[in-house]
């Protein structure tokens, strides 16, 4: 276990490369941040966690090991809570949190994963920016404000 990468996966470089080719600043690794997330956009408010599908406990493509079973359950259960804590605390202090599994990279379906994660980037910033209370708009007729001369103005008849 001491040979597995915590930072600089392949994953997370095929995230970083794509954001940074579609001109998005990032942060990576930020200690100071409830789980050191992977990357973090701070103008955007977000933060990218890229979990590896055996260690962080992916529903779908976890596959327990046949040895030491309780040892691995035991480490792959803590693992999710730490990521349930981590997230919740994140959210608490205004973080938009996004979860990109390791499974989602694959040449299969990476294309749409990373359009997905650039759609999130953008709607979450876009929605951080909406007036919290917008002012309807609308116009009065009798008040227009339309800077136009009268339609009398312009009758060629009255003026021969």
């Excluded at 992977?38 to 493509?61: A, E, M, Q, R």
């Excluded at 608490?92 to 989602?104: D, K, S, Y």
Aim: glycine fraction near 4%; include cysteine.
């Amino acid at each position: 276990m001491a040979r597995i990468k915590s930072s600089d996966t392949k994953p997370e470089l095929i995230v970083r490369k794509y954001l940074y080719s579609r001109g998005y600043r990032y942060r990576k690794n930020v200690k100071r941040l409830p789980g050191s997330p992977d990357i973090v956009l701070k103008k955007y408010g977000i933060v990218i966690f890229i979990h590896g599908c055996f260690w962080h406990g992916h529903d779908t493509h976890f596959h327990m090991p046949k040895s030491n079973v309780e040892f691995w359950e035991q480490k792959i259960r803590r693992n999710i809570q730490r990521d349930e804590e981590n997230r919740e605390q994140l959210k608490r202090m205004g973080w938009n949190v996004l979860t990109v599994w390791e499974c989602q990279l694959k040449p299969a379906t990476k294309k749409q994963t990373l359009l997905e994660i650039e759609y999130f980037i953008n709607h979450s910033f876009l929605s951080r920016k909406r007036p919290k209370n917008p002012v309807p708009y609308s116009i009065d007729s009798a008040q227009s404000s339309v800077a136009a001369d009268s339609i009398a103005d312009y009758n060629l008849e009255n003026k021969q």
